[in-house]
């Protein structure tokens, strides 16, 4: 089933984002199971909203992420993320 995530990063910088981006693209097969993936600016940091084919495919896309997020030195988020089920989801232009 697939599943909406929302994550309030406060703390978090555009370039500290951009940095594990950055890294995150070199690693094979990381974003698997990823439908959408959007990073907006927040007076108080950042906040992610994902789309996943899974929990299971978000899960893992977070066990390979985090070691990279702490070796760059980003700080650990105090919260986590919101998970919802999606009921339904499409884009201009595709199937839905």
Known sequence: MAIFVHAVLDGITT????A?????????GIFEGCVSH??????KGLEIFDTWESEEHMKAFGEKMMPIAAELGLPEIPSEPRVLPVHNQWAPG???
């Open 15 to 18: 370039d500290q984002y951009d």
């Open 20 to 28: 594990l981006n950055a890294r995150l693209q070199t690693v094979p």
């Open 38 to 43: 959007t990073c907006t600016t927040t007076d």
């Open 94 to 96: 595709g199937a839905g």
